[in-house]
């Protein structure tokens, strides 16, 4: 038996599903955080919460790594740990160093800190000659402008260190490039209470679909689990609407894909993580939009652990641990699993969510997550502002998709405008 270090988490799945993965692999995990208070919010219906399973929870200022490395030294004195883990990614480069600092398993903390900056992951990339877009950084609105004219629109501007799509917009013109540039400065700290870095990122707007080639790396070798599909809306944001694994794609496409996000890995340093790569499948070729050295969120891992039988989350504890993953797949009666997320489009309180009774329990639906009447309600400008989401398999092809964006049809959100 194991015993691992959590630090911070999210509240969402991936909070459940690592420590069900720890549990299930015979280990024991301390949770540490700065502010237990975040976490002490109801788990989904017919579940406990994540942190009954802990070992310890302990808290300390997990915003301060000078302070925090000391602390957690004297700690693993005390209690011992194997390794260090967390599925919050403003985390990540915080369990490199402590994995570092302690002697345990883990990628090199510069590698993780490149790629959780997407500033920097274009430097490293472009120099290593792994394709993305035509890009510039910039210090200031004066900059971007600048550099907008340059580059020419339609523009993608992005802030270089937040996740979840948020401030991410596409713009077309000057005014569109001054309202974005306003609405990241505006937003100094991120959702975990840490100091944001000002620079801002313009990159040209790739056409085509986007996918992510799901990857585990270790012992020097990345290894492709598969590619999923993505479905984006709510311009000029991109909001995520639903996932398919496998991705509906040509043998060729796909290959390409997968070529593209190895490299990219690669070209980071990157080992001993799962590694969730998002690429737009251009005209020109595959590009890469960014690298996550951590497993998928938004319940793609669920889906490939559907299809395949292949434990994402598993793997991420494995690789941390300093062990080699399972990365065998099975025959699970599945071809195709899907998910879609309910957006709202409206500002209030839910009231209800109509439809609803009709998606549960219909044959082939895996999960249906769906949020509580009085719950507010704001329009989605980014990942974070779901009222659920429906998951759906099919045994015979790749019809998942097909299937599960025929039940949010039938799901109307009713909201109480304030």
Not at 269 to 298: K, Q, W, Y
Not at 303 to 327: F, K, N, Q, S, W
Request: hydrophobic share 45%.
């Amino acid at each position: 038996m194991a015993h691992l270090l959590v630090i911070e988490s999210w509240v969402g799945s991936m909070s459940r599903l690592l420590p069900r993965a720890i549990r299930e692999g015979g280990h024991e995990f301390t949770f540490l955080t700065r502010d237990l208070h975040h976490y002490l919010r109801s788990a989904p219906e017919g579940t406990a919460h994540p942190l009954l399973a802990a070992r310890n929870v302990l808290t300390a200022e997990t915003n301060d790594v000078a302070s925090l490395l000391p602390e957690v030294e004297r700690l693993h004195g005390a209690l011992g740990f194997d390794a260090v883990v967390t599925s919050c990614d403003y985390y990540l480069p915080t369990v490199a160093r402590i994995a570092a600092r302690l002697g345990l398993p883990g990628p090199a903390p510069e590698s993780v800190e490149t790629a959780c900056r997407k500033d920097a992951t274009r430097h490293v990339l472009g120099r290593a000659g792994v394709p993305g877009p035509r890009f510039a950084v910039c210090a200031d609105r004066a900059e971007a402008e600048e550099a907008a004219r340059e580059l020419g629109f339609p523009l993608v501007v992005k802030p270089v260190d937040l996740c979840a799509g948020m401030y991410v917009r596409r713009v077309d013109d000057e005014r569109d490039l001054a309202e974005a540039c306003r609405a990241i400065t505006d937003f100094p700290l991120n959702a975990r209470g840490q100091v944001r870095a000002p620079v801002l990122l313009l990159e040209e707007l790739l056409d085509g679909p986007e996918v992510s080639v799901e990857t585990v790396s270790f012992d020097g070798t990345t290894h492709v689990v598969g590619v999923t599909d993505k479905s984006l809306a709510g311009a000029p944001a991109f909001i995520e609407t639903g996932h398919m694994f496998p991705a509906a794609l040509a043998p060729a496409e796909a290959a390409a894909a997968q070529d593209t996000a190895v490299r990219a890995v690669e070209a980071l340093g990157l080992d001993s993580v799962v590694a969730h790569t998002e690429i737009r499948l251009t005209g020109a070729g595959p590009r890469v939009v960014e690298v996550n050295p951590r497993p998928a969120g938004n319940r793609i891992t669920e889906l490939i652990r559907h299809v395949t039988g292949l434990d994402l989350a598993a793997a991420c504890v494995d690789v941390a641990l300093g062990r080699t993953p399972d990365l065998r797949q099975r025959d699970t009666g599945l071809r195709s699993a899907a998910v879609g997320f309910l957006v709202p489009d409206t500002e209030g309180t839910l009231e209800s969510i109509e439809g609803s009774g009709q998606v549960h329990g219909v044959q082939g639906v895996l999960e249906v997550q769906l949020a509580e009447p009085g719950r507010a309600v704001k329009a989605a400008g980014s990942n974070n502002e779901y009222l659920g989401h429906v998951m759906a398999g099919d045994a015979g092809g790749l019809g998942a998709r097909g299937r599960v964006e025929s039940l949010l049809s039938g799901l109307r959100p009713r909201v109480s405008v304030r």
